[in-house]
């Protein structure tokens, strides 16, 4: 089970890291409901909130144990991105997880023109996590990202946040990082 969600993690990054690149995936708005400048997500077993002008793409990755939910900005070139993989699983660590991720990445189409830093810890909601931070040039424009792993609920979840400038990883996620639930 161990290669299948290895597999899938990198398989399913392509759909995060950026706009330029990312496969077209429907657009389903089932799940989500909303009030005034917020609305809410709720897909197996996540929820957050995210504000108005933003979509929702999800995916099932493997039937019962992976899914993606990816949530971007509309409206500009280069969008502000949020995306969350997780497996229903403990199997995999965190730091098998972020790596199979970024292998996915220096795979792909674009992997020469990413710069990773180290892994670094960190916390998510106040579970042990681990991090690294990364830049990717594409059609002469940087982008900022950050991939987050972590396990929540015996999930084994990473999340992927990527924007035009490294002061928004920690400012323009914070809605939905705050109301972030896995079950």
Same mark, same amino acid.
């Given at each position: ?55 929702? @793409? !999800?995916?099932? /990755? +493997?039937?019962?144990?992976? #899914? %993606? *939910? &990816?949530? @971007? !900005?509309?409206? /500009? +070139?280069?969008?502000?991105? #949020? %995306? *969350? &993989?997780?497996? !229903? ?95």
């Amino acid at each position: 089970m161990k290669k299948t969600v290895l597999l899938f993690l990198a398989l399913s990054l392509v759909v995060s890291c950026g706009k330029k690149e990312r496969p077209n995936v429907s657009l389903h708005k089932t799940g989500t409901t909303s009030e005034s400048g917020k609305n809410y997500l709720n897909y197996n077993g996540l929820s957050f909130s995210y504000p108005d002008g933003w979509e929702i @793409e !999800k995916e099932v /990755l +493997e039937e019962d144990l992976g #899914f %993606s *939910v &990816t949530c @971007e !900005k509309k409206g /500009l +070139e280069y969008s502000e991105i #949020f %995306s *969350v &993989t997780w497996f !229903k699983t403990t199997d995999t660590t965190p730091e098998e997880i972020l790596e199979s991720m970024l292998e996915g990445m220096k795979q792909s189409s674009y992997g020469k023109k990413i710069e990773v830093g180290s892994l670094y810890d960190s916390n998510f909601k106040g579970l042990d996590a681990v991090s690294k931070d990364y830049n990717l040039t594409l059609f002469g424009e940087t982008s900022y990202g950050r991939l987050t792993s972590f396990v929540m609920n015996g999930n084994t979840t990473i999340i992927s946040k990527s924007s035009d400038s490294k002061s928004k990883l920690d400012t323009e996620f914070q809605m939905i990082e705050e109301s972030f639930k896995l079950k």
